[in-house]
C-alpha cells in the first residue's frame, strides 16, 4: 500500500506541474478547462470558508477515477457489445447520428439532447448490466414495510439491482424510465440523498463516449467469431466487467482527416 501511495503522489505530482505550466504559459488567457484546473483555484481561493488543501484535491482526483473512469467505461463496453450482437441497432443509431451531425465534424455535447435513440441505448444497457449489483448500503432510519416485508429501523438495507428484468434490449417506452433514482426499473445511480453526485457528469460521458465511437467507427467480430459466439458473460467484482473483454475489428467510417489530432 505504501508503494502504490508512493506511485499515486509522483501521478498527482506530475498532473498539478503540467496544470501549473499551462497556467503560467497562458498567464492572463488563463481559463479553466478542467476539474483539476478548478480545484487549483479553489486551493488559492483566500476566502473560501473550508480551506483545501493539495491532500484533498488528492483524494477529490481519485474518487474521479475510481467511481468515474472505470463504471463509464466499463458502460461504454457493454453498449457496444450489446450493439454488435444485434448490428440493425447500429444502423438505427448511425442513421440519427447522420441526420443529427452529418459526416463532416464530430459530435458534440449540444447534439446529445437531439439523439434519442442514442439514450435508449444506453439506459438499456444500464438496465441489462447494472455496473452495480449491490448499490452502496443504506441504513433504515425509521421502522417502514417495503414490498409487504417489515423493515425495523436500524436495519443495514442492500438494494439489489440484479432484480431488473433484462429482457428485450430496448424497451417498448424508454422515454418514460427515468435514471435519476425515480423509476425502480433503473437505478444505476442510486436514489435519494445518498444517490451518486457524479451522475450528471457519469450520463454525459456515456452518451457522448458512445456517440463518438458509433459516429466514427463501423463495428465488427474478427472474422472468426461469429455473432452468437460473442460471450456476455458477466466478471464478478465491486462492478460488472464483462468476463472475457470485447475484442472487435473497427473501420473509419468518417472523412479521414477528421482523425487528425
Not at 448511425?94 to 463532416?104: A, H, P, Q, S, Y
Not at 459466439?229 to 473483454?245: C, Y
Amino acid at each position: 500500500m505504501k508503494a502504490l501511495m508512493k506511485k499515486l503522489d509522483r501521478f498527482f505530482d506530475h498532473v498539478f506541474d503540467e496544470h501549473k505550466r499551462k497556467k503560467k504559459e497562458l498567464s492572463k488567457d488563463f481559463v479553466a478547462r478542467d476539474m483539476v484546473d478548478l480545484l487549483l483555484q479553489l486551493v488559492d481561493d483566500p476566502d473560501l470558508n473550508v480551506k483545501l488543501t493539495y491532500d484533498h484535491i488528492r483524494g477529490l482526483i481519485l474518487d474521479l477515477i475510481t467511481g468515474g473512469t472505470n463504471t463509464s467505461a466499463l458502460t461504454v463496453e457493454w453498449a457496444i457489445s450489446e450493439l454488435i450482437k444485434q448490428p440493425q441497432l447500429i444502423g438505427k443509431a448511425t442513421e440519427e447520428l447522420d441526420r443529427v451531425t452529418g459526416r463532416e465534424r464530430w459530435v458534440e455535447e449540444k447534439d446529445i439532447p437531439q439523439l434519442p435513440y442514442l439514450d435508449e441505448i444506453m439506459k438499456e444497457t444500464m438496465r441489462k448490466h447494472p455496473i452495480a449489483p449491490l448499490l452502496a448500503p443504506h441504513l433504515a432510519m425509521e421502522d417502514c414495510k417495503v414490498a409487504g416485508h417489515d423493515i425495523r429501523k436500524g436495519t443495514r438495507v442492500f438494494v439489489n439491482t440484479w432484480s431488473i428484468g433484462r429482457d428485450p434490449f430496448l424497451w417498448e417506452q424508454p422515454e418514460e424510465i427515468d435514471v435519476k433514482g425515480r423509476s425502480f426499473e433503473l437505478l444505476p445511480f442510486g436514489a435519494g440523498r445518498r444517490m451518486c453526485l457524479g451522475y450528471i457528469l457519469g450520463l454525459k460521458m456515456v452518451q457522448l463516449s458512445i456517440a463518438n465511437l458509433l459516429q466514427a467507427f463501423n463495428w465488427k467480430l474478427p472474422d472468426d467469431t461469429k455473432v452468437e459466439d460473442l460471450s456476455m458473460e458477466e466478471g464478478s467484482g465491486i462492478s460488472t466487467p464483462r468476463k472475457f473483454p470485447l475484442v472487435a475489428v473497427i473501420e473509419p467510417r468518417l472523412l479521414l482527416h477528421l482523425y487528425k489530432i
